[in-house]
């Protein structure tokens, strides 16, 4: 089936550590993006990325990384810089910038 | 700051019932419009794109849009209770070098009772 895979579900991070979070889509889509979800709030854009070998930094980009060294794949780094971390991660990705994201399941992300 | 707003809710009303959520846009050159559903705990499904004026009906649900009121909204019609979650507008923010990303508002709880 077509679809958005994230990984992990669930994650921990401890002080001081930097963690990735995979994101994989089959759904042969150009743009992908990352989004935080904090409790009762919207989402929030972290970086994206409309074409292989390139991204953007969204609204919140500090203490986040990105690459995307190949089509299927957008994986994000949360960095030690990032002081609060806890919040809810999603993956989406769209045919073209103007068109509907569909969103992978999710990484919630916490500290230990 | 280009924004969109949501009234948070709750919205309660009672299975069979109209459900309306509403969205208003700050960026009068908006042209994409979106509404997903997000179950408690998951992840947002998209349940409607509009991008011209008007009504567009998709089953049960019917999003309206008037961009020169700069507002978009969702009509669930014989609400059940599986459609308890609460409801995202997003609107591609077509400025600058962010052309066609969305911005989101922060959603509208809706809870239908049996």
């Known amino acids: 089936d077509g679809g958005i895979t994230q990984s992990p579900k669930y994650l921990f991070r401890k002080e001081g550590q930097n963690v990735t979070l995979s994101c994989e889509q089959n759904?042969?889509?150009?743009?992908m993006y990352w989004y935080r979800q904090d409790p009762g709030q919207g989402l929030r854009l972290i970086y994206y990325?409309?074409?292989?070998?390139?991204?953007q930094k969204g609204d919140i980009a500090e203490g986040y990384s990105v690459s995307r060294e190949k089509k299927e794949s957008f994986p994000l780094t949360v960095t030690s810089a990032q002081k609060n971390p806890t919040a809810f991660y999603l993956c989406?990705?769209?045919?073209?910038?103007?068109?509907?994201?569909?969103f992978g399941d999710g990484t919630r992300l916490s500290i230990l | 700051q280009k924004e969109v707003e949501q009234n948070s809710g709750p919205l309660s009303v009672p299975e069979g019932a109209i459900a309306s959520l509403n969205c208003t846009y700050s960026?009068?050159?908006?042209?994409?419009f979106f509404w997903y559903r997000q179950y408690s705990g998951k992840s947002p499904e998209l349940i409607m794109s509009?991008?011209?004026?008007g009504d567009k009906e998709d089953g049960r649900f019917t999003a309206q849009l008037n961009k020169a009121s700069q507002y978009v909204s969702l009509l669930i019609r014989d609400s059940q209770p599986s459609d308890s979650a609460t409801y995202l507008c997003?609107?591609?923010?077509?400025?600058?070098?962010?052309?066609?990303?969305?911005?989101f508002g922060k959603g509208t709880k809706l809870s239908v009772k049996p």
């Open positions: 509009i991008y011209s004026n």
């Open positions: 997003a609107v591609t923010r077509d400025y600058g070098g962010s052309q066609g990303n969305l911005i």
């Open positions: 960026d009068r050159v908006s042209q994409s």
């Open positions: 990325s409309q074409i292989v070998n390139d991204f």
């Open positions: 989406a990705s769209s045919i073209g910038s103007d068109q509907p994201q569909h």
């Open positions: 759904l042969n889509h150009d743009a």
